[in-house]
């Protein structure tokens, strides 16, 4: 496989493409091509996003120069998009949700499984280093048999009546907050954990009924209690209503010897408990396992954020690209999984009864 890196386009033109196409230049390549829903919208943000050229969606996914395609649109188009895209013999990071529906998440993933292309989904939290290191902690029992873990992921940009966006309407889909944000943090307590949610029973709320002037047709806030593989029990609060919470994901391991928290906001620290008690482990590249040194891209002492970690993803798309396995890669069947729990979430929420999960390959 040649060592060049792959030329991507980018769809869609907000800020999550300005986040891809930094990634794109970190690990070394080019974004060849920019397209949006609205031409002129792609044509106004190509130098925000430092693409070599707008055109249709269509243009872009037939040019021959381009071995990477980014789906970055709203969430009713994800699954479209990202098919059309390997239909066209393209390379894939789709953004989640990769469908607004099971059904349709796992045809596209089977559309991928056939292809021999690459098809990934941005769970960049993964690419922490220090989630690496509670990763390795609960692999080779340093926090014992795993007993509950209490999770939540907390954000305040939706407190207003008058905050709008089109996640809550029809193109953000049947679920906002858990498949926004709730995929994030389930995929991560599930990599980290190494272990399946095997059942759940949640309730969702939608706080205002109108924004903008327009229907919402989703929630804003979910309450999960969940049961791991094992019999671990746990706890998950999402939403994007919490003031002053800004992007509070946090994911908190409880072992028969130990304990393990990650703090996405503080993501150069793991806090470890024990009954003698606690101390914060900062990361060193140093002294971490090698799948967390891996990641760490600068010293000690050099604040690592969610741009680096969504940088080493991307970078380890290419890799898979060029036919390397790199250790944590989240694919397609994670996106399928984040769609089987949210829409297990959305069925526990209407229903009120225990859902159980169903099956499937071993976590992380």
């Not at 986040?19 to 397209?35: D, E, I, K, N, Y």
């Not at 620290?269 to 060193?284: H, I, Y």
């Amino acid at each position: 496989m040649s060592s060049t890196p792959p030329v991507s386009a980018i769809l869609g033109a907000g800020f999550m493409a300005t986040v891809h196409a930094r990634a794109v230049r970190a690990a070394r390549g080019r974004v060849a091509a920019l397209a949006s829903s609205r031409p002129e919208r792609a044509r106004q943000a190509l130098d925000q996003v430092g693409a070599e050229r707008a055109g249709e969606v269509s243009e872009v996914l037939a040019a021959p120069d381009v071995d990477l395609v980014h789906v970055c649109t709203p969430n009713r188009l994800h699954a479209e998009q990202a098919g059309a895209a390997l239909a066209a013999g393209k390379h894939v990071i789709c953004e989640k949700p990769i469908a607004t529906g099971v059904e349709d998440a796992r045809a596209l993933l089977a559309r991928a499984e056939g292809s021999g292309l690459c098809a990934a989904v941005p769970f960049v939290y993964r690419y922490h280093p220090m989630v690496r290191e509670a990763r390795e902690r609960i692999r080779s029992g340093g926090l014992g048999d795993l007993l509950t873990v209490d999770c939540g992921y907390l954000q305040d940009w939706m407190v207003r009546p008058d905050d709008a966006n089109w996640r809550t309407g029809a193109e953000g889909g049947g679920s906002r907050a858990f498949a926004d944000i709730g995929s994030h943090l389930f995929d991560l307590v599930e990599f980290v954990t190494g272990r399946r949610v095997t059942g759940l029973t949640a309730r969702t709320r939608t706080v205002f009924s109108e924004r903008g002037g327009e229907r919402v047709s989703n929630e804003d806030l979910a309450a999960v209690l969940f049961e791991l593989e094992g019999g671990v029990l746990g706890t998950a609060l999402v939403s994007q209503m919490a003031p002053g919470r800004k992007n509070a994901l946090t994911l908190e391991v409880h072992g028969a010897q130990a304990s393990a928290r990650f703090e996405q906001e503080r993501p150069e620290e793991l806090w470890l408990g024990a009954r003698e008690g606690s101390r914060l482990l900062v990361r060193d590249p140093e002294t971490l396992p090698p799948d967390a040194g891996r990641l760490s891209r600068v010293p000690a002492g050099h604040p690592m954020g969610y741009q680096d970690a969504f940088n080493a993803f991307v970078e380890d798309v290419h890799a898979a690209i060029r036919g390397e396995r790199p250790e944590g890669l989240p694919t397609l069947a994670d996106g399928v999984r984040a769609a089987i729990l949210t829409e297990a979430v959305l069925a526990s929420a209407a229903s009120g009864a225990w859902t159980e999960i169903p099956p499937g390959p071993s976590a992380g």
